[in-house]
């Protein structure tokens, strides 16, 4: 070989390193692709047995042979930054998104803070979608002070529950967020609280040592998320993989639990999948990555997808086929029902769309 074929054999070789290093470089973004779909009227495993939606106290419920679908998505680099390759490839796939990392993560976020906050946000989800099925169908649901999340390695690990309905602080009643947290303040720094809650329909008293808060070392800690809690006439578990966190399927639960506790098919046998937050008073709100859950929604077979109205600039012109899956938006959960049960009826009803 010649002097100048070697040396352009080099800087050839050289000039690929150099583009599959740039390739392989990781960049501070977030990629978005279609996850799994869980039927909420499914039956569980086989080891476990029962179904998804499961009402424990006696109440007579009722099955349904057709499908409502709880979406999710799927992100990459949530545990740290993907490569640009990756990034560059998502960005020309029409079922995927990428996002600037900071832009969903918090810049001292680990995959840890992530998992627990949506946990944390999952079992809030469930339980407004619990009381805004019952009271659709006409229960009055209590509020009450309850444990949403603990965390791990503090001092609640262990001697809480998460659903545990706070009763009292060192004898002191509570009867809000606000007032369980001040409560816990008011206790000397490392000295045990004695923590009244209702578990499993038991009222016992649960001693923990506080710890410092990190926001002010003067006041105590029991390092677990207090929310708004239920109690409800109807008990109600939903049970789906520990993986899939989030708000985002509160509409979807809330719909599940309906259709298992009133006679008839909701879905006509049919396949339906949404997505939306949902609270206590049924008001349905807008979630990320909707154009990822309509591909996801459409490939697992749904007819029908239940989009929040809020979500309605995304879902125009999303990656989906039209003549395969209605898409119609909703603001309430009685609306999502009545819009269902009018399409149940007629595929072709007027119903509102994006």
Known sequence: MSRRGLASTIATVGLLVVFLVVLLVPVPYVVYRPGPTVNLLQKVSAKEGGYVVRVSDGT?????????????VSPSGADGYITLAQAL???VKPSEAVYKYDDIYAPDESADDVKAENQVAMVGSQDSAVAAALRELGYKVPTSVQILGIARGGPGDGAFDVRDRIVSVDG???GSVEGAVSAVQAVKPGATAAVVVVRDGKQI???VKTVASADDPTQSALKVTVGQGYDFPVQVTVRIPEAIGGPSAGMMFAMSIYDTLTPGSLTGDSDIAGTGTIDAKGAVGAI??????????????AKLFLAPASNCDEVRGGPYDQEKMRVVKVSTFAQALDDVNAWREDHDA???TC
């Open 350 to 352: 007027k119903l509102p």
């Open 172 to 174: 002191q009643k509570v």
């Open 288 to 301: 990320g990555g909707i154009q990822q859950k309509l591909v996801a929604a459409q490939a697992a077979g």
């Open 205 to 207: 008293t649960v001693r």
């Open 89 to 91: 490839t998502a960005w």
């Open 60 to 72: 007579r419920t009722y099955r349904d042979d057709g499908a409502l679908r709880l979406l999710t």
